[in-house]
């Protein structure tokens, strides 16, 4: 079998808008990157690449007892699996093979009008993001430029909390709470976004998120979406992923 990196390939978007996803120059090991494909030959010769699921980057029982491993064996073993598995279905042999998942997303989004690989794209892309949203031992205040840029947008800590643990009770049904940043202005914002749709399609960078899809929190809280909400700020959130993101999205 065949390893090959995903990279932007001749056939994806335009390179000037990529860096607008805001996975370069990052410390962490980009998400681009994670969402490696592995090529293989098939019998008559041609190669297709497949999206491989990636492990979440800390072991299923490490956010316990704020995230159960129970949760995540479902969670990521079953769900984020699912959403691989049928993206690579789809995809499998027609133009969309080949791109890098940023680049299938907006593809698929249409504008609003989504392509039928839309969600399993997204949620894909949604879920690897979310497990890096977070680390054992996280939550607490978050500080430097981050912590700056949050009193300037927000008005303080506490009133972007407020905000964001707001956004993520109200979003109806399915779906994201998002930080993102918004390029053009400069500015931190709060986005809410239905079943698998993310601030990319909009154009602005994503910074940190919390799944609110029911089976991410049913396990351990019921439907206490607000516990899970508030666990999730106090104990689960990594600002250190986040600053990092949002430095690579200012350079
Ligand atoms: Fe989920």
Redo the contacts with the bound molecule.
């Keep these: 079998m065949m390893m090959a990196a995903t990279t932007a390939s001749a056939n994806s978007l335009s390179s000037a808008f990529l860096p607008r996803l805001g996975f370069h120059g990052s410390s962490h090991q980009s998400l681009q990157l994670r969402t490696q494909k592995f090529a293989r030959k098939a019998g008559s010769g041609t190669i297709t690449a497949k999206f491989e699921l990636q492990p979440p980057p800390y072991p299923m029982d490490a956010l316990e007892p704020h995230m159960s491993s129970r949760t995540f064996e479902f969670?990521w073993g079953k769900?984020?699996r699912a959403y691989v598995d049928n993206l690579n279905k789809q995809i499998d042999g027609t133009e969309l093979d080949g791109k890098t998942l940023e680049d299938i997303i907006l593809v698929t989004y249409n504008k609003g009008a989504p392509l039928p690989a839309f969600n399993n794209a997204a949620?894909a892309w949604?879920?690897q993001f979310?497990w890096e949203s977070m680390k054992p031992n996280g939550g607490g205040e978050p500080s430097g430029e981050l912590l700056e840029l949050i009193n300037r947008d927000f008005g303080s800590y506490d009133a972007f909390v407020k905000e964001f643990k707001a956004a993520a009770a109200t979003q109806f049904g399915s779906g994201w709470a998002w930080l993102a940043y918004k390029p053009e202005e400069k500015k931190l914002a709060l986005v809410k976004t239905p079943n698998a749709e993310n601030p990319l399609v909009l154009g602005y960078t994503p910074l940190l998120t919390i799944?609110v899809?029911e089976?991410?929190y049913y396990l351990d809280f019921q439907n206490r979406r607000p516990d899970y909400i508030s666990i999730f700020m106090e104990k689960l959130a990594s600002w250190e992923a986040v600053s990092s993101r949002l430095k690579a999205a200012t350079a």
């Design positions: 969670h769900h984020h949620q949604n879920h979310f799944d899809w089976h991410a």
